[in-house]
Protein backbone atom coordinates (compact mmCIF):
# COMPACT_ATOMS: atom_id res chain seq x y z
CA UNK A 1 0.00 0.00 0.00
CA UNK A 2 1.35 3.57 -1.06
CA UNK A 3 1.89 6.29 2.26
CA UNK A 4 -0.33 8.01 0.23
CA UNK A 5 -2.85 6.35 0.76
CA UNK A 6 -2.17 4.77 4.47
CA UNK A 7 -1.97 8.27 5.15
CA UNK A 8 -5.75 8.59 3.75
CA UNK A 9 -6.67 6.19 5.76
CA UNK A 10 -5.43 7.40 8.82
CA UNK A 11 -6.57 10.84 8.44
CA UNK A 12 -10.11 9.23 8.04
CA UNK A 13 -9.51 6.98 11.32
CA UNK A 14 -8.53 10.31 13.25
CA UNK A 15 -11.55 11.82 11.87
CA UNK A 16 -14.44 8.89 12.99
CA UNK A 17 -12.16 9.19 16.24
CA UNK A 18 -12.91 12.39 16.73
CA UNK A 19 -16.66 12.24 16.08
CA UNK A 20 -17.00 9.13 18.06
CA UNK A 21 -15.76 10.65 21.42
CA UNK A 22 -16.03 14.45 20.43
CA UNK A 23 -19.59 13.74 19.33
CA UNK A 24 -21.40 12.42 23.02
CA UNK A 25 -19.34 15.91 24.11
CA UNK A 26 -21.53 18.09 21.81
CA UNK A 27 -24.66 16.30 22.74
CA UNK A 28 -24.35 16.70 26.24
CA UNK A 29 -23.60 20.15 25.70
CA UNK A 30 -26.68 20.77 23.45
CA UNK A 31 -29.13 18.88 26.36
CA UNK A 32 -27.48 20.68 28.84
CA UNK A 33 -30.78 22.81 29.44
CA UNK A 34 -33.04 20.13 28.23
CA UNK A 35 -32.08 17.96 30.91
CA UNK A 36 -30.92 19.75 33.72
CA UNK A 37 -34.35 20.89 35.63
CA UNK A 38 -31.77 22.55 38.03
CA UNK A 39 -28.12 23.33 39.49
CA UNK A 40 -27.74 19.76 41.07
CA UNK A 41 -29.03 18.28 37.45
CA UNK A 42 -26.48 20.63 35.27
CA UNK A 43 -23.52 19.74 37.40
CA UNK A 44 -24.03 16.50 36.94
CA UNK A 45 -24.70 16.42 33.24
CA UNK A 46 -21.32 18.26 32.72
CA UNK A 47 -19.60 15.99 35.20
CA UNK A 48 -19.74 13.25 32.69
CA UNK A 49 -17.97 14.99 30.06
CA UNK A 50 -15.73 17.07 32.91
CA UNK A 51 -12.70 14.50 32.89
CA UNK A 52 -12.41 13.55 29.12
CA UNK A 53 -14.30 16.59 26.74
CA UNK A 54 -10.47 18.01 26.37
CA UNK A 55 -8.66 14.76 25.75
CA UNK A 56 -11.30 13.95 22.93
CA UNK A 57 -10.32 17.24 20.97
CA UNK A 58 -6.63 16.16 20.98
CA UNK A 59 -8.16 14.09 17.52
CA UNK A 60 -9.31 17.11 16.25
CA UNK A 61 -5.92 18.28 16.40
CA UNK A 62 -4.08 15.54 15.45
CA UNK A 63 -6.33 15.34 12.31
CA UNK A 64 -6.02 19.32 11.37
CA UNK A 65 -1.94 18.44 12.08
CA UNK A 66 -1.72 15.22 9.76
CA UNK A 67 -3.77 16.93 7.00
CA UNK A 68 -1.53 19.78 7.07
CA UNK A 69 1.71 17.19 6.83
CA UNK A 70 0.70 14.83 5.08
CA UNK A 71 -1.72 16.75 2.16
CA UNK A 72 -0.53 20.16 2.28
CA UNK A 73 -2.63 21.24 -0.80
CA UNK A 74 -6.16 20.18 1.14
CA UNK A 75 -4.99 21.80 4.05
CA UNK A 76 -4.57 25.02 2.17
CA UNK A 77 -7.60 25.12 0.00
CA UNK A 78 -9.75 23.46 2.74
CA UNK A 79 -8.91 26.24 4.86
CA UNK A 80 -8.89 29.32 2.31
CA UNK A 81 -12.26 27.60 0.56
CA UNK A 82 -14.25 27.16 4.25
CA UNK A 83 -12.14 29.97 5.97
CA UNK A 84 -15.50 31.28 7.67
CA UNK A 85 -17.42 28.38 8.69
CA UNK A 86 -14.21 26.63 10.44
CA UNK A 87 -13.33 29.82 12.27
CA UNK A 88 -17.38 29.99 13.42
CA UNK A 89 -16.51 26.07 14.56
CA UNK A 90 -12.98 27.81 16.34
CA UNK A 91 -14.43 30.19 17.76
CA UNK A 92 -17.17 28.13 19.12
CA UNK A 93 -14.73 25.39 20.39
CA UNK A 94 -13.45 27.98 22.05
CA UNK A 95 -16.18 29.47 23.94
CA UNK A 96 -17.54 26.07 24.87
CA UNK A 97 -14.21 25.31 26.47
CA UNK A 98 -14.51 28.47 28.59
CA UNK A 99 -17.87 27.36 29.78
CA UNK A 100 -17.19 24.44 30.58
CA UNK A 101 -14.37 25.78 33.31
CA UNK A 102 -15.91 29.02 34.08
CA UNK A 103 -19.23 28.20 34.57
CA UNK A 104 -18.62 26.58 38.31
CA UNK A 105 -16.65 29.58 39.25
CA UNK A 106 -19.26 32.39 38.13
CA UNK A 107 -22.33 33.49 40.94
CA UNK A 108 -24.69 32.63 37.79
CA UNK A 109 -24.03 30.16 35.47
CA UNK A 110 -27.13 30.84 32.92
CA UNK A 111 -24.86 33.01 30.68
CA UNK A 112 -22.15 29.97 30.73
CA UNK A 113 -24.84 27.68 29.95
CA UNK A 114 -25.79 29.11 27.13
CA UNK A 115 -22.34 29.29 25.92
CA UNK A 116 -21.85 25.73 26.05
CA UNK A 117 -25.02 25.25 24.33
CA UNK A 118 -24.28 27.20 21.20
CA UNK A 119 -20.56 26.50 21.31
CA UNK A 120 -21.91 22.79 21.16
CA UNK A 121 -24.56 23.13 18.43
CA UNK A 122 -22.61 25.13 16.00
CA UNK A 123 -19.88 22.46 15.75
CA UNK A 124 -22.06 19.90 15.73
CA UNK A 125 -24.12 21.20 12.47
CA UNK A 126 -20.96 23.06 10.70
CA UNK A 127 -19.18 19.79 10.64
CA UNK A 128 -22.04 17.92 8.71
CA UNK A 129 -22.10 20.80 6.32
CA UNK A 130 -18.32 21.00 6.04
CA UNK A 131 -18.17 17.27 4.92
CA UNK A 132 -21.29 17.40 2.80
CA UNK A 133 -19.22 19.82 0.47
CA UNK A 134 -16.18 17.95 0.66
CA UNK A 135 -17.56 14.96 -0.72
CA UNK A 136 -20.40 17.06 -3.29
CA UNK A 137 -17.37 18.93 -4.36
CA UNK A 138 -16.73 22.05 -4.85
CA UNK A 139 -15.85 25.00 -7.03
CA UNK A 140 -12.07 25.25 -7.54
CA UNK A 141 -10.20 26.50 -10.39
CA UNK A 142 -6.88 25.12 -12.05
CA UNK A 143 -4.59 26.27 -8.45
CA UNK A 144 -6.96 24.53 -6.82
CA UNK A 145 -7.97 27.56 -5.27
CA UNK A 146 -11.87 27.81 -3.96
CA UNK A 147 -13.99 30.16 -6.21
CA UNK A 148 -17.74 30.41 -4.83
CA UNK A 149 -18.94 32.24 -1.93
CA UNK A 150 -20.33 31.11 1.73
CA UNK A 151 -24.08 31.16 0.17
CA UNK A 152 -22.55 28.03 -2.59
CA UNK A 153 -21.83 25.93 0.73
CA UNK A 154 -24.81 26.62 2.07
CA UNK A 155 -26.38 24.48 -0.13
CA UNK A 156 -29.75 22.09 0.31
CA UNK A 157 -27.61 18.84 0.74
CA UNK A 158 -24.78 20.84 2.75
CA UNK A 159 -27.59 21.62 5.44
CA UNK A 160 -29.07 18.65 5.10
CA UNK A 161 -25.65 16.88 6.16
CA UNK A 162 -25.36 19.63 9.05
CA UNK A 163 -28.90 18.47 10.02
CA UNK A 164 -28.15 14.97 9.68
CA UNK A 165 -24.20 14.95 11.79
CA UNK A 166 -26.77 17.40 14.21
CA UNK A 167 -29.36 14.82 15.12
CA UNK A 168 -26.88 12.15 15.95
CA UNK A 169 -24.70 13.67 17.97
CA UNK A 170 -27.32 14.77 20.31
CA UNK A 171 -28.20 11.07 20.10
CA UNK A 172 -24.87 10.61 20.95
CA UNK A 173 -25.13 12.53 23.83
CA UNK A 174 -28.48 11.44 25.19
CA UNK A 175 -27.23 7.62 25.02
CA UNK A 176 -24.07 8.54 27.03
CA UNK A 177 -25.90 10.34 29.82
CA UNK A 178 -28.09 7.35 29.78
CA UNK A 179 -24.68 5.46 30.11
CA UNK A 180 -23.62 7.65 32.63
CA UNK A 181 -25.92 8.88 35.13
CA UNK A 182 -28.15 6.79 37.28
CA UNK A 183 -31.76 7.65 38.35
CA UNK A 184 -34.69 10.15 37.38
CA UNK A 185 -31.69 12.05 34.63
CA UNK A 186 -30.93 8.68 33.28
CA UNK A 187 -34.99 8.13 32.80
CA UNK A 188 -34.64 11.47 30.95
CA UNK A 189 -31.94 10.79 29.28
CA UNK A 190 -33.47 7.62 27.86
CA UNK A 191 -36.64 8.90 27.02
CA UNK A 192 -34.91 11.52 24.88
CA UNK A 193 -32.51 9.26 23.15
CA UNK A 194 -35.52 7.22 22.25
CA UNK A 195 -37.21 10.07 20.19
CA UNK A 196 -33.94 11.32 18.73
CA UNK A 197 -33.31 7.98 17.72
CA UNK A 198 -36.40 8.49 15.13
CA UNK A 199 -35.44 11.69 14.14
CA UNK A 200 -31.92 10.21 13.04
CA UNK A 201 -32.89 8.20 11.58
CA UNK A 202 -35.49 9.79 9.08
CA UNK A 203 -32.61 12.31 8.75
CA UNK A 204 -29.70 10.79 8.39
CA UNK A 205 -31.10 8.37 6.40
CA UNK A 206 -31.85 10.99 3.98
CA UNK A 207 -28.59 12.38 3.98
CA UNK A 208 -27.05 8.89 3.07
CA UNK A 209 -29.35 8.19 0.33
CA UNK A 210 -28.67 11.45 -0.95
CA UNK A 211 -24.95 10.78 -0.55
CA UNK A 212 -25.02 7.22 -2.20
CA UNK A 213 -27.31 9.02 -5.21
CA UNK A 214 -25.41 11.80 -6.06
CA UNK A 215 -22.09 9.22 -5.88
CA UNK A 216 -21.80 6.88 -4.06
CA UNK A 217 -20.25 3.59 -4.62
CA UNK A 218 -21.27 -0.37 -3.67
CA UNK A 219 -19.19 -0.63 -0.86
CA UNK A 220 -20.07 2.21 0.45
CA UNK A 221 -24.24 1.23 0.31
CA UNK A 222 -23.03 -1.35 3.10
CA UNK A 223 -21.70 1.17 5.33
CA UNK A 224 -24.68 3.50 4.92
CA UNK A 225 -27.00 0.06 5.71
CA UNK A 226 -24.23 -0.58 8.89
CA UNK A 227 -25.62 3.12 10.06
CA UNK A 228 -28.71 2.61 9.57
CA UNK A 229 -28.51 -0.59 11.71
CA UNK A 230 -26.67 0.92 14.68
CA UNK A 231 -29.32 3.62 14.78
CA UNK A 232 -32.13 1.05 15.08
CA UNK A 233 -30.05 -0.89 17.13
CA UNK A 234 -29.54 1.64 19.46
CA UNK A 235 -33.17 2.48 20.26
CA UNK A 236 -34.31 -1.09 20.47
CA UNK A 237 -31.15 -1.44 23.21
CA UNK A 238 -32.66 1.74 24.90
CA UNK A 239 -36.25 0.20 25.10
CA UNK A 240 -34.51 -3.11 26.71
CA UNK A 241 -32.92 -0.90 28.74
CA UNK A 242 -29.48 -1.96 27.60
CA UNK A 243 -27.32 1.34 28.19
CA UNK A 244 -23.65 0.22 27.22
CA UNK A 245 -25.15 -1.41 24.09
CA UNK A 246 -27.33 1.12 22.97
CA UNK A 247 -23.94 3.60 23.11
CA UNK A 248 -22.39 1.12 20.56
CA UNK A 249 -24.26 0.26 18.76
CA UNK A 250 -24.64 4.60 17.99
CA UNK A 251 -21.00 4.72 18.14
CA UNK A 252 -20.78 2.16 15.35
CA UNK A 253 -23.55 4.47 13.53
CA UNK A 254 -21.01 7.74 13.67
CA UNK A 255 -18.29 5.42 12.54
CA UNK A 256 -20.66 3.64 9.47
CA UNK A 257 -21.21 7.52 8.53
CA UNK A 258 -18.08 8.62 8.53
CA UNK A 259 -16.67 5.33 6.54
CA UNK A 260 -19.76 6.08 3.48
CA UNK A 261 -18.50 10.03 3.45
CA UNK A 262 -14.34 9.09 3.17
CA UNK A 263 -14.86 6.18 1.19
CA UNK A 264 -17.01 8.26 -1.77
CA UNK A 265 -14.97 10.58 -1.60
CA UNK A 266 -11.61 8.62 -1.90
CA UNK A 267 -9.21 8.76 -4.49
CA UNK A 268 -9.94 12.95 -4.14
CA UNK A 269 -9.36 14.80 -1.23
CA UNK A 270 -11.07 17.85 -2.21
CA UNK A 271 -13.30 17.28 -5.24
CA UNK A 272 -13.72 20.09 -7.41
CA UNK A 273 -17.18 20.51 -9.46
CA UNK A 274 -15.14 20.58 -13.23
CA UNK A 275 -12.92 16.97 -12.23
CA UNK A 276 -10.00 18.57 -13.93
CA UNK A 277 -9.48 20.53 -11.07
CA UNK A 278 -9.56 18.07 -7.98
CA UNK A 279 -7.39 17.36 -5.52
CA UNK A 280 -6.32 13.72 -4.55
CA UNK A 281 -3.93 11.91 -2.66
CA UNK A 282 -1.24 11.80 -5.69
CA UNK A 283 -1.54 15.68 -6.49
CA UNK A 284 -2.34 17.26 -2.64
CA UNK A 285 0.07 15.22 -1.10
CA UNK A 286 3.58 15.87 0.62
CA UNK A 287 6.79 14.22 -0.64
CA UNK A 288 7.60 10.40 -0.36
CA UNK A 289 10.55 11.32 2.46
CA UNK A 290 8.21 13.26 4.93
CA UNK A 291 5.20 10.84 4.91
CA UNK A 292 7.73 8.01 5.88
CA UNK A 293 8.95 10.00 8.72
CA UNK A 294 5.28 10.60 9.71
CA UNK A 295 4.34 7.14 9.41
CA UNK A 296 7.03 5.96 11.76
CA UNK A 297 5.82 9.11 14.32
CA UNK A 298 2.75 7.33 14.17
CA UNK A 299 3.65 4.12 15.11
CA UNK A 300 5.44 4.80 17.93
CA UNK A 301 2.90 7.56 19.43
CA UNK A 302 -0.42 6.40 18.37
CA UNK A 303 -0.40 3.37 20.61
CA UNK A 304 0.73 5.60 23.63
CA UNK A 305 -2.08 7.87 23.10
CA UNK A 306 -4.87 5.39 22.85
CA UNK A 307 -3.65 3.23 26.04
CA UNK A 308 -3.69 6.86 27.99
CA UNK A 309 -7.29 7.63 26.73
CA UNK A 310 -8.57 4.41 27.40
CA UNK A 311 -6.93 4.24 30.92
CA UNK A 312 -9.20 8.09 31.35
CA UNK A 313 -12.51 6.52 30.30
CA UNK A 314 -11.86 3.44 32.12
CA UNK A 315 -11.02 5.37 35.51
CA UNK A 316 -13.82 7.61 35.12
CA UNK A 317 -16.23 5.20 34.04
CA UNK A 318 -19.01 4.73 36.74
CA UNK A 319 -22.26 6.43 37.11
CA UNK A 320 -22.75 9.86 38.35
CA UNK A 321 -26.24 10.81 40.59
CA UNK A 322 -27.25 13.93 41.57
CA UNK A 323 -26.09 13.61 45.24
CA UNK A 324 -22.31 12.21 43.67
CA UNK A 325 -21.01 16.02 44.53
CA UNK A 326 -17.12 14.59 44.11
CA UNK A 327 -18.80 13.95 40.32
CA UNK A 328 -20.04 17.06 39.83
CA UNK A 329 -16.95 19.39 40.84
CA UNK A 330 -15.14 17.16 38.75
CA UNK A 331 -16.53 19.48 35.51
Known amino acids: MELTTVWFVLIAVLW ?11 GVGILLPLLGRD ?3 RRTVLATIGPVWDG ?5 LVAGGATFAAFPEWYATLFSGFYLPLFLILVALIL ?5 EYRNKSE ?40 GTLLTLLNPYALLGGLATLSLFVLHGALFLTLRTDGDLRARSAVMAKRLAVVTLVVGGAFLTATQLIGGRPATWASAALAAAGIAGALLATLRGRDGWA ?11 TVTLFGNLWPDVMPALDPANS ?13 TVMTWVAVVFTPLVLAYQGWTYWVFRRRLTRTDHGGAHAA
Open 247 to 257: FTANAVAVIAV
Open 279 to 291: LNVDNAASSPYTL
Open 108 to 147: SSRGWDRTLFIGSLLPAFLWGVAFANIVRGVPLDADHEYT
Open 39 to 41: EAD
Open 96 to 100: RGVAI
Open 56 to 60: NEVWL
Open 16 to 26: TGYFVLEGFDF
